[in-house]
Structure formats: structure tokens, C-alpha cells
């Protein structure tokens, strides 16, 4: 089992640059999967990001392809989603998930969730 906690949202401008932070607890975290996942007013649960284990394998959603980057360090049970060129419709609140062993797009995949962190950006 793993818990997972959100950090590092707040206000952005357009353009601008946030990172958001998943720290796990539990010693089997480098056995996970971790997606990013936002909640916006349209999309109840809209898939961002995803890493698998070894951190080599990353998929993204198209709209935010070459403008997020998604890391992992293991040492410190830490997900990263760094976050630039960023748009109003970047607006929700952004969850990571995980799961076990492989990457999903899917959130019905995922087992365990964080509570989320507000990410607002300001036009």
C-alpha cells in the first residue's frame, strides 16, 4: 500500500512556470506507476501525465505535451510534474495516482490516490 500526497500548486500567470510535487510513503514505491490526473469544471478526472517504474516510459496528454515534463526520484519517494508555457485551461486540481507496475492513461487503473493541490492559472 502507498499514500500519496500533494504539493506545490497555487496562482500562475499565463506563460508562466509551477511544479507540483507527489511525495509517497511506503518502501515499495519504486514498484509503482505514477499518473498525474486534474479535475477541471468539464472533465471529472482528465489524465495529464504518467511515468512507469524505471522512469524511462512517459506518456502525456496531447494538449499538454512539450509543455509538462514528468520525473521521478526515487531516493526521495518523489513524483514530479513541472509545468510551463501555461494556459488558463491548465485550471484544476492536479492528483497523482499509482499504481502497480505499469503506466495507465486510464484513472480507473489506478488504485491509490492523492487529495489533490489547486493549480490556477490567471489570464
Known amino acids: 500500500q502507498v499514500h500519496l500526497v500533494e504539493s506545490g500548486g497555487g496562482l500562475v500567470e499565463v506563460g508562466g512556470s509551477l511544479t507540483v510535487s507527489c511525495v509517497a510513503s511506503?518502501?515499495?514505491?519504486?514498484?509503482?506507476?505514477i499518473g498525474w490526473f486534474r479535475r477541471t469544471p468539464e472533465k471529472e478526472r482528465e489524465f495529464v501525465a504518467t511515468?512507469?517504474?524505471?522512469?524511462?516510459?512517459?506518456y502525456y496528454e496531447p494538449s499538454v505535451k512539450g509543455r509538462f515534463t514528468v520525473s521521478r526520484d526515487d531516493a526521495k519517494n518523489t513524483v514530479y510534474l513541472q509545468m510551463s508555457a501555461m494556459i488558463p485551461e491548465d485550471t484544476g486540481v492536479y492528483y497523482c495516482?499509482?499504481?502497480?507496475?505499469?503506466?495507465?492513461?486510464?484513472?480507473?487503473?489506478?488504485?491509490?490516490w492523492g487529495q489533490g493541490t489547486q493549480v490556477t492559472v490567471s489570464s
Open positions: 511506503g518502501r515499495t514505491f519504486g514498484s509503482y506507476a
Open positions: 495516482a499509482a499504481r502497480d507496475l505499469y503506466p495507465s492513461t486510464s484513472p480507473r487503473d489506478y488504485n491509490y
Open positions: 511515468i512507469d517504474r524505471s522512469g524511462s516510459i512517459k
